[in-house]
């Protein structure tokens, strides 16, 4: 029987390929297999990888040889989540234009391999991990949009890792501004009481490790946020997990 599944597995991703050529999801060049990125859009993502802030998840420079140490951003403004993680930096090549497809450009399918890079990216946080919360978007934006991009992350997460999605327990009630060219504290002022978690809702959460998910972390004002009414609903821990962190100005 496990035979068998594996023929028609192998028969079917064989049909699809010939329908769908294989091609690379940031360039559209041809690959091998799908959602497969090619070598150069692989050479160019500039993957996240340890030494790196152990709150902020954020690279050291040089490796300094000791496990455990947060960075000075961390010590000077420290978070209220525990733990960010990230596969890679949101930089102009494939980083950004997988973020703005899946996001903007209607491709929710971008979710499965990005999931599957974020799921190994997070995985010290991922073996803790009781409930997935992905980030929500208030109702106006998210008729607009059909999908919450954060929501599909979450999912192909779980696929991955199999911790279960709580996709409405955290909501989002207030339609906030863009927080594009925003200063720190302009971030934070936006996002004040943007999120809600309901208390017949608070039950999932209390006592639970959560990790957030979301595709873009910049200042961290929205995953403070979010964690902030998390935590104050009944949560044991909240750490963060995102495809990409903006790195420059940090």
């Not at 690379?24 to 070598?39: D, G, H, N, R, S």
């Not at 409405?168 to 925003?182: C, D, E, F, N, W």
């Amino acid at each position: 029987m496990q035979m068998w599944r594996h023929m028609v597995g192998t028969a079917g991703r064989a049909a699809l390929d010939m329908i769908y050529p294989p091609s690379c999801p940031a360039c559209f060049a041809a690959v091998a297999v799908q959602e497969a990125l090619c070598p150069a859009c692989w050479r160019a993502m500039a993957f996240i990888e340890r030494p790196y802030c152990e709150r902020l998840g954020t690279p050291f420079a040089v490796d300094l040889g000791a496990p455990g140490l947060i960075s000075p951003e961390a010590a000077a403004h420290p978070p209220v989540f525990g733990r960010a993680r990230a596969v890679t930096s949101f930089e102009d090549g494939p980083s950004r234009r997988l973020v703005h497809r899946l996001k903007y450009g209607d491709r929710p399918g971008l979710a499965r391999p990005m999931g599957r890079w974020m799921a190994r990216a997070g995985a010290d946080i991922l073996d803790e991990a009781e409930l997935l919360v992905p980030v929500p978007l208030h109702r106006r934006r998210l008729w607009k949009r059909q999908y919450n991009q954060a929501k599909a992350l979450a999912d192909a997460i779980h696929a991955a890792t199999q911790v279960p999605v709580a996709a409405t327990v955290l909501r989002r009630v207030k339609a906030t501004l863009s927080q594009v060219g925003l200063t720190r504290s302009q971030r934070d002022d936006n996002l004040q009481g943007a999120f809600q978690v309901r208390p017949e809702d608070a039950l999932q959460l209390k006592g639970r490790a959560i990790v957030l998910v979301d595709d873009v972390m910049t200042s961290g004002a929205t995953a403070n946020a979010a964690s902030r009414v998390l935590l104050r609903a009944g949560a044991g821990r909240v750490d963060v997990l995102v495809f990409a962190r903006v790195l420059r100005g940090l």
